[in-house]
């Protein structure tokens, strides 16, 4: 995610701006850039890479001003390139955003028809470009801000100055998250609150629709959606430095299981349009005919991106009907792959950089397949190299155990799923519609998900010092077993496997004892009875079992002494329900015992080499 940092006070804004995007690094960028107006000029200093380049690029000029905005980028729209690096400018207008603008190519196309020229490949400039057409037509900064974000459709957190009103800053939410810091005189506006906690701690979050303008003689706030003015009451941040950059959580792993909600939201906006019942296949540069004429899917990846690649394949098969093969990516060079005519492979990585799976996508293409990516990581290696991308937009993520990125894989594979079975002429209007309307509702699901955390910190406490857990899942929550036993082994050391439950008679039924908890995951669906019995073995012979159940599943109550409830939602999108609580109990233990949950032992972020 981008972060922005702006600053109206009586200090030298330089330095204020370059502390305060150094403490928004941890949300990742791949450029960044200042802008600061001297007797009323505009000045701006960008560059790609990180900010230490930006640093000693304006050292030597000594710069000075008492005003000014910054940002660092998370690439979505535009390599991460000089030109494309925030802060934009039209005229006398600067920007900088965070966030994305869905119908920016069509605001594009109508300023260029009234001879705006633009300089970058990024929505962002968009916005400078309609705030400044408003100014010239003699509207306040205020005025020209709020009619030209009428025209935007989409997520943001902006920050504009305007050389022709050189004591004022605008910061705009609406989606993207953005506060103000209130100093003694002094006035900031941050993505993130570490970015002026060294300055202020009182602190205001905006919500969507507010708009705040900061000037020497201090900070008002309206709301533009409501237009009725915002009384403001700064909250007082008691948070250290460190705890601040994970936004007031314990880790960044659990700061990203609460992203969750917002990072699905970001990934599905824009995708796709129910009236026309189908994908913006453009988008990720695919095209219906290319999807009509596929004969074989492949999906190929590791670990938890793997979990996410067979999820896929029950999603692909069963809307689209066509056949689906998923490798782990280690795997698929060395076994001489048969790769037919007509055949696609999906590459899902959340790095990008995965040396395993980047072998595979070139084995593919080697033997004549296509390649689609689904990263999150915009000009990573695998994105570069594969004929089409789909973004998640999930924004970086530290932990070294994947959670948002993977339930953002899985809503890119329930969209491009769709698209397929769209293309293919299987699935009608009406059931697209209705899957995406199941789709945007998914983010509210997820928030009522995670009510779940304290029944499961209750479970992780009776079970964390155990040293066995099996995890069974049937049919598309298969997968979903296999992703909680990793996550468990992965932070918490403490041996788990994932099983097929139908596979319980066929070996490991003789783990079974009471020293072994086993969740069981038991979704409202077509095989609900058979996990219900495999529920019942395990009780029979004295097992512990812990069950996932929907809300409202009446059946289960008598098989567990341990049951988390969760929202119902279709049978595509269970997967991403149901890994929720296997996240937070995953984390819960690995805190219980102590261990490093963002840097577990022995492991890395990206596995980038075989
Ligand atoms: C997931 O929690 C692990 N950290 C690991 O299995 C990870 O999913 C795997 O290394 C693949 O990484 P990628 O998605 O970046 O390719």
């Known amino acids: 995610m981008c972060g922005i940092v702006g600053y109206i006070g009586p200090k ?26 001297n007797d009323g000029q505009i ?28 940002h660092t980028r998370w690439a979505t729209h535009g390599k991460p ?15 900088v955003h965070n966030g994305i603008i869905e119908n920016y190519i069509e605001l594009k196309e109508a300023l260029k ?61 609406n989606d993207s998250p953005l506060c103000i810091g209130i100093g003694k005189g002094e006035y900031f506006i941050a993505s993130d609150i570490p970015a002026f906690l060294k300055y202020t701690r009182d602190a205001i979050i905006l919500e969507n629709g507010d708009m705040a303008t900061l000037t ?7 709301n ?41 939201a970001d990934t599905i906006r824009g995708r796709f349009s129910v009236e026309k019942a189908d994908v913006n296949l ?29 999820v896929g394949k029950y999603m692909i098969e069963d809307m689209a009907r066509i056949p689906c093969e998923v490798d782990i990516a280690s795997e698929f060079r060395y076994r001489r792959p048969l790769v037919p005519k007509g055949s696609l492979m999906i590459v899902i990585t959340q790095s990008g950089e995965t040396a395993d799976t980047l072998a595979a996508q070139k084995e593919a293409k080697r033997l004549g397949a296509k390649t689609l990516t689904i990263c999150n990581v915009v000009g990573s290696t695998s994105s570069r190299d594969a004929d089409s991308i789909f973004y998640t937009h999930s924004g970086p993520e530290i932990g070294v155990a994947s959670t948002k990125a993977f339930t953002t894989q899985l809503s890119a594979l329930y969209i491009f799923s769709i698209a397929v079975a769209r293309a293919r002429g299987g699935m009608k209007p009406a059931k697209a519609r209705e899957l995406f309307e199941d789709l945007l509702q998914l983010p509210e699901k997820i928030e009522s998900a995670l009510h779940c955390d304290k029944e499961i910190q209750k479970i992780a406490r009776k079970f964390h010092k155990v040293n066995d857990f099996l995890y069974l899942g049937r049919g598309i929550n298969y997968p979903i077993a296999l992703e909680g036993a990793l996550k468990l082994k992965e932070i918490s050391y403490i041996h788990a496997e994932g099983y097929p439950a139908g596979e319980m008679k066929h070996g490991p039924i003789a783990l079974i004892d009471s020293n072994m908890p086993v969740v069981a995951l038991a979704h409202d669906d077509h095989v609900l009875e058979k996990i219900l019995s495999n529920m019942e073995e395990v009780k029979s012979r004295g097992g512990k079992v812990i069950a996932i159940a929907t809300e409202g599943n009446t059946k289960i109550k008598a098989r567990a002494p341990h049951i988390v409830y969760l929202p119902k939602t279709n049978y595509y999108l269970t997967p991403i329900i149901f890994s929720i609580p296997l996240h937070l109990l995953a984390y819960h233990i690995s805190v219980l015992r102590k261990c490093n949950v963002d840097q577990p032992r022995n492991l890395a972020k990206s596995v980038t080499v075989e």
């Open 12 to 37: 030298n804004v330089i330095p204020i701006l370059i502390n305060g995007l150094k403490k928004l690094e941890y949300r990742g960028y791949d450029s960044a850039g200042i802008c600061f107006l």
């Open 43 to 70: 000045g701006i200093r960008r560059c790609a890479g990180k900010i230490k380049a930006l640093e000693t690029s304006i050292k030597k000029d000594r710069l000075k001003s008492l005003i000014g905005i910054g």
């Open 81 to 95: 390139t000089e030109e494309n690096a925030h802060p934009h400018r039209a005229g006398g207008i600067v920007v």
């Open 113 to 173: 028809k009234k001879g705006h020229k633009f300089t970058s490949e990024t929505d962002t400039e968009v916005i400078c470009h309609l705030i400044y057409s408003y100014t010239k037509k003699g509207d306040n900064l205020e005025l020209a801000t709020k009619k030209a974000l009428k025209h935007v459709d989409g997520a943001y957190a902006i920050g504009v100055i305007s050389e022709a009103e050189p004591d004022k800053i605008i910061a705009v939410k």
């Open 216 to 222: 020497r003689e201090g900070c008002s706030i309206t």
């Open 224 to 264: 533009i959606i409501s237009n009725k003015p915002v009384r403001i009451k700064p909250t007082t941040i008691t948070w250290s430095p460190a705890m601040a950059e994970k936004g007031g959580y314990k880790h960044f792993m659990l700061k990203e299981i609460y992203e969750q909600p917002r990072a699905v």
């Open 282 to 310: 453009k988008e990720f540069s695919l095209d219906k005919a290319a999807l009509k004429g596929l004969n074989k899917i492949f999906l190929v990846a590791c670990g938890t991106s793997w979990h996410a690649a067979l």
